[in-house]
């Protein structure tokens, strides 16, 4: 009812005022409202795993990212590298990357051995800690989502990291492409691997090998007068090369303990000295692929020994070849039970320096091939050694091909298929 004592003008005029403020006050209440949400609180997420928002895909490239930057510098100290980003061509969306992750391109130089850094990188996505890749799937993911991941030479002697098949890291090595590209494809077996210890002393000793008709492996003391010529030699003739690392011997019959050499691994060696001698004896051959021991027969024989030498192999793609130079040599287990490449010598060439001996010596190794796929036969730079390897043919078929095939083919076997990394951690 109007106030009384109003003239019946102002009476309609206030009236007109309330219907009108009626009629806004309800297209006001119908209209949907526009205001900003209050900003929620994300929950801490542990290290590593996207935030709710991130594609799983992205956090995936991320960690292999901080993979490689961390394997790099571990496994090829000596190297120098440069990142670039190559734009991807044609490139869309796939559940393994987004079409706008290109893919990193990686120019390794310096004194460096390829084959580690791929064995390393190998062993990392297969062994490395749980977890390392995972991520949670997005509120958007229907179903949570997997990621193969796999390490691979191409024919071009590129490294490549590959997710779900499309490529996420390549890594060149200008140069050395002729030495790697035979690692994009499995040997043919039976295979048989020839290597000569004791390199380093005499560089004639190193020409007579590489002018071969086959490729051999040159085992190099590290602190030999001539170690950095042979395993330039042996690189530029595409021969690999390894670590011929001494270790302590047991004594001899008559008391007399054996000495190693300068840069030898002891058993009784602390943590502090045994990583120091270690790592001389690396940094003196970067490019070695891997090792053997030179003598080594209490070394070998110690399993806390090969368990701390291998201990600081770990994450740096070393080859770990036991020349078993004492019955139940323990230091290819070892080499494995750390996640690392590693296999045993099957017959010593020259034990009896005899040209017919070493003929038969290869004859063995051959049979062994046959019998397994491939093998091992170590030999040292004598005379008798060399005119047998000029003079030797098999006839069974078997193949001489360099250490590092096998090293790769056995990596493959150890790492068996790609890795598969889930988006979802229960």
């Known amino acids: 009812m109007s106030p009384p ?27 949907p409202q526009q205001f900003p949400a209050p900003k929620a609180e994300l929950p801490h997420l542990p290290t590593g795993l996207p935030a709710p928002e991130e ?21 090829l100290p000596r190297a120098r590298w440069q990142r670039s980003l190559t734009p991807p061509l044609g490139a869309v969306d796939t559940p393994a990357l987004p079409a706008n992750a290109a893919p990193r391109r990686y120019t390794v130089t310096g004194p460096c051995a390829p084959l580690r850094l791929a064995l390393a990188l190998l062993a990392a996505l297969h062994h490395g800690p749980e977890g390392a890749f995972a991520a949670r799937p997005t509120p958007a993911q229907s179903h949570p989502a997997t990621f193969q991941t796999d390490v691979l030479w191409t024919a071009a002697g590129v490294l490549e990291i590959r997710v779900n098949g499309r490529l996420s890291h ?57 170690a950095a010529e042979t395993a330039r030699l042996a690189e530029e003739r595409r021969l690999d090369s390894l670590i011929h690392l001494p270790m302590e011997a047991l004594p001899r019959p008559d008391g007399r303990r054996p000495n190693p050499g300068p840069g030898a ?16 004896d690396l940094q003196a051959l970067p490019t070695a692929i891997g090792l053997n021991n030179h003598m080594g027969s209490a070394f070998t024989g110690d399993v806390d020994a090969c368990r701390r030498l291998c201990a600081l192999l770990a994450g740096r793609g070393y080859l770990v070849l036991d020349s078993v130079t004492r019955p139940h040599a323990l230091l290819a287990a070892a080499a494995r039970q750390t996640g690392l490449v590693s296999a045993e010598r099957d017959i010593f060439l020259d034990s009896h320096r005899d040209p017919q001996a070493v003929l038969q010596a290869l004859d063995a190794a051959a049979h062994t091939a046959r019998r397994r796929g491939w093998a091992v036969a170590i030999g040292h730079p004598y005379g008798v050694t060399l005119a047998a390897l000029r003079a030797w043919s098999d006839s069974g078929g078997v193949a001489l091909v360099p250490l590092r ?18 988006t979802n951690k229960e």
Not at 267 to 277: K, S, V, Y
Not at 405 to 422: C, G, N, S
Request: glycine letters at 4%; hydrophobic letters at 55%; charged letters at 10%.
């Open 5 to 31: 004592g109003l003239p019946a003008s102002t009476r309609l005029f206030l009236g007109g005022l309330a219907w009108l403020a009626g009629c806004f006050l309800l297209v006001w209440l119908l209209t």
């Open 55 to 75: 594609p799983a895909s992205v956090a995936i490239l991320q960690h292999l990212d901080a993979l490689v930057e961390q394997i790099l510098p571990q496994a």
């Open 170 to 226: 390549s890594f060149h090595f200008p140069g050395r492409e002729n030495i790697l590209m035979d690692l994009a494809h499995p040997p043919t077996l039976p295979a048989l691997a020839v290597v000569m210890d004791d390199m380093g002393q005499r560089l004639e000793a190193a020409e007579a090998l590489t002018a071969l008709p086959f490729p051999v492996t040159l085992a190099i003391w590290p602190h030999a007068p001539l």
């Open 405 to 422: 095939r096998l090293v790769w083919f056995w990596a493959r076997q150890q790492y068996a298929a790609p890795f598969i990394h889930p």
């Open 265 to 280: 691994l002891l058993t009784h060696m602390d943590a502090r000295h045994l990583a120091l001698t270690l790592e001389e």
